[in-house]
């Protein structure tokens, strides 16, 4: 698969089968292919965290405790299932690999393009996911830059985790070719020298 039909074909995949484990070869590629991603000044301030196992309940608790807080009181029996709920939640992929930041204190640094790499670092995961013939989907969300979740990882004030990718084989196969709207619609060529873009 050439890096342009991955780009392409790759889908957001919400249903894998969470007992069939990925081999240690194959999870590996994919954390290979998010090292490799770019970052200015060669900073590398992406962490990854596999979570795989009970090491799932880990996370899942840390969901379970930020969902408690919205609630005042001791919770009934329908807010109680859906913190159990909660919990269950990465156990929807047999692997769930947390990205996050730890921006550089490099004097030049700017911080913004720290998470940008850490972005990046996320798709090449996705793609190389999706060229071994695996199923994945990066989630986000509120509770991700909770405290306790930058507690949980240990991270700094200044790092966050930027996103969850949950990976397995997929249960479910899209076919359908995603749409886009034409990069036509967002680019601006500039062929003179002007003061400012006026479209």
């Known amino acids: 698969m050439d890096v342009f039909e991955a780009i392409q074909t790759r889908r957001s995949i919400g249903k894998v089968d969470p007992h069939e484990m990925v081999d240690k070869e194959t999870l590996e590629k994919v954390l290979e292919a998010g090292n490799w991603a770019p970052s200015h000044y060669k900073t590398e301030p992406w962490k990854f965290f596999v979570h795989t196992g009970e090491g799932r309940r ?33 156990f ?23 998470y940008a790499a850490a972005h990046a670092a996320a798709q090449n995961m996705l793609l190389a996911a999706h060229a ?25 004030e200044r790092g966050n985790v930027v ?8 249960a479910t196969v899209k076919d359908r070719l995603a749409e886009r709207n034409p990069h036509e619609a967002k680019t601006v060529y500039i062929h003179e020298d002007i003061d400012r873009i006026n479209e």
């Not at 071994?132 to 990882?153: N, T």
């Open 163 to 170: 996103g969850f990718i949950y990976l397995g084989f997929p």
């Open 132 to 156: 071994l013939g695996l199923g994945a989907i990066w989630r986000s969300g509120k509770p991700m830059y909770h405290d306790k979740v930058r507690e949980f990882y240990n991270l700094t």
């Open 92 to 114: 929807r992929a047999p692997i769930v690999i947390t990205i996050a930041v730890e921006p550089s204190e490099k004097e030049k640094v700017i911080e913004i393009e720290e």
């Open 58 to 90: 880990a996370l899942g608790r840390v969901l379970r405790e930020i969902q408690r807080e919205k609630i005042d009181g001791e919770p009934d029996e329908e807010q109680l299932e859906k913190l159990d709920k909660t919990v269950e939640k990465p």
